[in-house]
């Protein structure tokens, strides 16, 4: 038997089983590490009228969803929205762009298309709008193309995540690899406070340097970064696997 209930702002995941190593199958179904919290064996009797050892083991997981039935999927192209197709027709490669041997990921063609466009805020909009979100931070530069309409619909403030010197007031600074050199990220001092509900919104996660740098700069300041999202993923450079465990959800795929 598997039960899942909502515990604000965690998730309590409780599971009885027969034999222990059914756990492992668990955590491959739902794709979590769960920390167990207590772990006791017992005795039962089951309409079977035999005796069974039983383990019962309580979960508490770092996620934000009503339950695991309800998760939302963390690949709106996976999941065969009918925006998706439009969406990726518009988003043109480049090669050899801005480095050789770099297949460069153009959205300024999506720009061009009112409606495709429109689609691709929408969706975000859609995932994240009741969430109590209270921060979009949106990575340079793309990603302020992206983040202020998302920000705006759903009611949340808008705060730029910088390359160095281009901020006036004081900042905090993370510095990261990225897939053609090393680079770095700053954000005014004070532009989000501790306990504060942040989306972090770029184009593209390739590697995942840039996200994680994100991620780094919110939670040094207490934020609780609750989700990452990206119009394209590049899966086959496995970006999503540095975010540590951190939601990922984007549009559209690119191999």
Known sequence: MLKVDECRPNLTLSCYATHVPILSDIYKAFEITPKITFQKTYAC????????????CCFTLQQNYKTFREREPMSAYKDKDARINGIKDQIRVVPNFPKPGIMFQDITTLLLKPKEFKDTIDMFVERYKGKNISVVAGIEARGFIFGPPIALAIGAKFVPLRKPKKLPGKVISEEYILEYGRDCLEMHVGAVESAERALVVDDLIATGGTLCAAINLLERVGAEVVECACV??????????RLNGKPLYVLVESH
């Open 232 to 241: 394209i993923e590049l899966p086959d450079l496995k970006g999503r696997e």
């Open 45 to 56: 009797s089951c309409s079977c009228s035999r005796i069974h050892t039983h383990t019962s």
